[in-house]
């Protein structure tokens, strides 16, 4: 299989990257416009090309290949998609706050630039597309969230999410692309030194020795999912029969306050020797939502999938990592 990861030197990117390569994977391509993640990020996962500018480039040579591109480049989303079997859509404007800021640069990228990926892929003849959704689009509910709630998005970039779901859909029924939606819960874990999710912004601040703020009074609830839990998902959608058109929620079913979190975060501290940070109360965030967890039962169901790292598991693996980051 070829596989194709747009935003591939990204957390998640190098993350399923690392896990093909492991598991015997010989052809990966990144399409990459470095804008978050760097050539610096992907060659601490693995050694790479560079990929030359020929479109249409059907030569997927054994080992990771980077393109240099962005996904509102039709030229270059032709030439990266061209060969692929397989496509996992990591690229995008991500978190609510950036979207808030500047609506406009958001739907570009998640809805213009999922759309130049689906035309690619249709034309291309892509076998399967997985596109990295969350529980945005979904916004204001009652939780668990599930994959049949009518969405509500309450930010611009659960606007633009929901745009991208609805064109995944229509791309499979129109044209045939086996598209698969994940909407992935809080993802958190080794390698996030870039993310400004709230496990990685907590982590580095309290290493950092800062006091950690905590938006409004802490009660809103995520659904928390260590990396290596994601990326079996991912891999699942990418791989199992029978699943184009479908819609998952990617996360543990396990409601959990960011209070909760912080706790069990600086109990993890405690016990590794170091150092407690304080914490503080701050204003809400315009655009999040009070409570977010997920029904996973469709992805166990269609999927055979489950989380299998704890909370604290995943906190302490993420912790040790940017301990050892810091110290090399």
Known sequence: MNWLITGG??????????????????????????????????????DFTEMGDRAGNDNWPDGVTLLEGDILDTQAVTQAVSGADIVVHLA????????????????????????????????????RFVFASSGAPL????????EEMAPHPASPYGASKLAGEGYCSAYYHCFGVETVVLRFGNVYGEGSGHKQSVVAKFTKQALSGERLEIYGDGTQTRDFIHISDLIDAVIRAATKPGVGGETFQIATAQETTVSEMTKALLAVMKDEGLTEPETYFGPMRDGDVMRNFS?????????????????EDGLRRTIRYFVAADTV
Not at 295 to 311: F, G, I, M, N, P
Request: charged share 20%; proline share 4%.
């Open 9 to 46: 030197c990204g957390f998640i990117g190098r993350a399923l990257i690392a896990r093909l390569l492991d598991e015997g994977a010989q052809a990966v391509r990144v399409l990459d416009n470095l804008s978050v993640g760097s050539r610096a990020d992907l060659a601490q996962v693995t």
């Open 92 to 127: 995008a404007n991500t978190g609510v706050g950036p979207s808030v800021e500047d609506p406009m640069g958001d739907c570009r990228t998640n809805v213009v630039g999922t759309l130049n990926m689906l035309e690619a892929c249709r034309h291309a003849g892509t076998k």
């Open 139 to 146: 916004g204001v509910q009652t939780p668990p969230l599930h």
């Open 295 to 311: 029904d996973t039962s469709k992805a166990r169901e269609k999927l055979e999938w489950v989380s299998q790292v704890s909370l």
